[in-house]
């Protein structure tokens, strides 16, 4: 049976994949910080995070001392376009935590243009609201996840449907031009009509950016306990692909561009973070759990917030490494520039990686083009609306088996 398309949304994180960079003329590179603080586990979350906050201080600490110790080799002098706190909850943080990371980080790096911060809509208070206006974020990426208050209490998460939209008042208040929320569909139970209310209550609120996940059940999560033990059950896939067409249809109607598998922006406001994940730009992570690529290897660090503080306490990189070879260059690059609307360019993958990639790609793709999955237009191969349905296997027949 095919899986649904949705299973593919975490698969850089939770598999440690980085994108190939096929764009070496491009001298650039982002920054992202892990902030794995959560007041409490929502019951899906299969990211690393951790409830004990009081280690919050020595963690920064440590977070601005591991970019003094990588910046220079991993980044290379190349100017920083965006920064990404993400999480976890930064903005379970205290605010002058937050401020301490700005002016290590933020103000030692030349060309940032997008700054990017998660938060959750309780911790979006006029006090938060009044320290934001003084920080250089212009950009906040808020986890609303669904408007029904009774599946939120069902997530375990902290705030209700009024919160929300609060919170997003409260940011167009503070100057913040530039929202991105995220939502939830395929819950237990939901039904076709409750899933596209979430999504015109969403567009009442003109976010300039959404992304759209199905719930999805990790291992070792409450959620999937709950669903193995037969407490819940899991929707089918022709409802989740119904879902998937509605957001789609409803979205692009309201004129935001679908770019990504899972993600919608209005006009000039795609995520140039995560678009750099997809295309292939150098990124340094920095905190526990965060994952890094220099264009020739990839590393990670351990997931365990004592244990990095330790590590880092003593000038030590608490990271594996993986050097990369060809094969896998170019299986990354499948499962990441693929999800991207504009798909592979062609003639650019041969440019830099030979003309045997390039004639694998095209005979192992030739059946999901003849299918319709796959378009090939102006030199590039990109999923189709069909194919955005069943990503994950048109990506599995592209890479080359290990």
């Not at 937050?98 to 290590?104: P, S």
């Not at 004129?255 to 750099?276: K, M, Q, T, V, W």
């Not at 490494?321 to 798909?343: H, K, M, P, Q, W």
């Amino acid at each position: 049976m095919r899986k649904n398309l949705i299973s593919f949304d975490f698969i850089m994180i939770s598999f440690g994949i980085s994108p190939v960079n096929l764009y070496f003329r491009v001298m650039e590179g982002s920054i992202y910080i892990h902030v794995p603080f959560c007041k409490s586990r929502c019951v899906y979350c299969g990211f690393y995070s951790s409830t004990l906050l009081t280690y919050r201080q020595a963690y920064v600490d440590a977070v601005c001392r591991e970019f003094d110790l990588r910046r220079d080799h991993l980044l290379m002098g190349s100017p920083v376009r965006t920064l990404y706190l993400g999480g976890g909850t930064p903005s379970q943080l205290t605010f002058a935590q937050i401020e301490q990371l700005f002016h290590h980080i933020y103000n030692n790096v030349d060309g940032c243009e997008e700054v990017t911060m998660e938060c959750n809509p309780d911790d979006v208070s006029p006090d938060f609201c009044e320290h934001l206006s003084s920080w250089p974020v212009n950009r906040m990426s808020m986890g609303i996840q669904t408007f029904d208050d009774r599946r939120l209490k069902f997530l375990h998460r902290r705030h209700s449907a009024s919160q929300a939209e609060e919170a997003l008042h409260l940011l167009r208040q503070s100057g913040i031009s530039n929202v991105s929320i995220d939502l939830m569909f395929g819950f237990p139970g939901q039904t076709i009509d409750e899933w596209a209310s979430d999504i015109r209550h969403a567009l009442t609120l003109h976010p300039e950016h959404l992304s759209a996940y199905s719930l999805m059940y990790e291992e070792s999560t409450p959620l999937y306990g709950m669903r193995e033990r037969g407490e819940i059950d899991e929707i089918s896939e022709e409802v989740s692909r119904e879902m998937y067409d509605i957001l789609c249809d409803q979205l692009t109607a309201a004129g935001y561009e679908h770019y990504e598998i899972s993600n919608f922006a209005l006009p000039g406001y795609r995520s140039r973070h995560n678009s750099g994940y997809w295309h292939g730009t150098p990124y340094l992570g920095l905190g526990a759990a965060a994952h890094s690529y220099d264009g020739q290897s990839r590393q990670w660090n351990v997931s365990d917030v004592k244990s990095y503080i330790e590590h880092i306490g003593r000038g030590i990189i608490p990271c594996e490494r993986e050097e990369l070879d060809e094969d896998t260059r170019y299986n990354d690059l499948i499962v990441t520039a693929l999800r991207s609307r504009e798909g592979i360019d062609m003639q650019q993958l041969e440019d830099t990686m030979g003309t045997f990639y390039l004639h694998y790609l095209e005979e192992s793709t030739q059946q999901n083009v003849a299918l319709g999955l796959l378009a090939v237009e102006g030199g590039r191969i990109h999923l189709t609306r069909s194919g955005l349905y069943v990503s994950d296997m048109v990506m599995a027949d592209a890479i080359i088996a290990r």
